[in-house]
T-cell receptor
Framework: DQQVKQNSPSLSVQEGRISILNCDYT??????FLWYKKYPAEGPTFLIS?????DKNEDGRFTVFLNKSAKHLSLHIVPSQPGDSAVYFC???????????FGTGTRLKVLA | GAVVSQHPSWVICKSGTSVKIECRSL??????MFWYRQFPKQSLMLMAT?????????EQGVEKDKFLINHASLTLSTLTVTSAHPEDSSFYIC??????????FGSGTQLSVL
């Protein structure tokens, strides 16, 4: 039972354009969400978070949108840069537990 | 962000031996740490929750006698893979609970059991 899903295993985007990575969840108890970036053989690096009391959070080039009714969140990267090429994971938890369930990841490739 | 140190980053061992992996929070105290496992091209699977001063909580399907977790201080948790076998070969990652719902991750340990 995959509670957090990232249905696109890979995405290619031209440098300077917008990258949109999607994430769906099934557990309505989840109320805190994180996005991480990961390179092979390294630990994930925290990017941005969002609480269910918000529908948008922005940090520089990264914006996360949350649609609670659809149980869907997305990460927007604008403008995309070649250094953004990595695997992106979304993760969801019930606040206070720190017990995050991770999606399967989306490999982003930004083309120069 | 907070720093979590994990080592070794890579270990090769013979089948039947035990391997210990350390996870340290360098600039903050972490009462709770987590251990994950990742197979190639798959997601991070939570193995166990490590609580300082108490027994770890294991996820369903994870053998507690195979994966021993010790969280003896507020800055150190260890994972020992006992009597390792080739099927235990994987990428193991720890994380530490920080404030405001955030997790910070170690750099991971690639375990190869021959």
């Amino acid at each position: 039972d995959q509670q957090v899903k990232q249905n696109s295993p890979s995405l290619s985007v031209q440098e300077g354009r917008i990258s949109i990575l999607n994430c769906d969840y099934t557990n309505s108890m989840f109320d805190y969400f994180l996005w991480y970036k990961k390179y092979p053989a390294e630990g994930p690096t925290f990017l941005i978070s969002i609480s269910s009391i918000k529908d948008k959070n922005e940090d520089g080039r990264f914006t996360v949108f949350l649609n609670k009714s659809a149980k869907h969140l997305s990460l927007h990267i604008v403008p995309s840069q070649p250094g953004d090429s990595a695997v992106y994971f979304c993760a969801a938890s019930v606040s206070g537990t720190y017990k995050y369930i991770f999606g399967t990841g989306t490999r982003l490739k930004v083309l120069a | 962000g907070a720093v979590v140190s994990q080592h070794p980053s890579w270990v090769i061992c013979k089948s039947g031996t035990s391997v210990k992996i350390e996870c340290r929070s360098l600039d903050f105290q972490a009462t709770t740490m987590f251990w994950y496992r990742q197979f190639p091209k798959q997601s991070l699977m939570l193995m166990a929750t490590s609580n300082e001063g108490s027994k770890a909580t294991y996820e369903q399907g994870v053998e507690k006698d195979k994966f021993l977790i010790n969280h003896a201080s507020l800055t150190l948790s260890t994972l020992t893979v006992t009597s390792a076998h080739p099927e235990d070969s994987s990428f193991y990652i720890c994380s530490a609970a920080y404030t405001n719902e955030k997790l910070f991750f170690g750099s991971g340990t690639q375990l190869s059991v021959l």
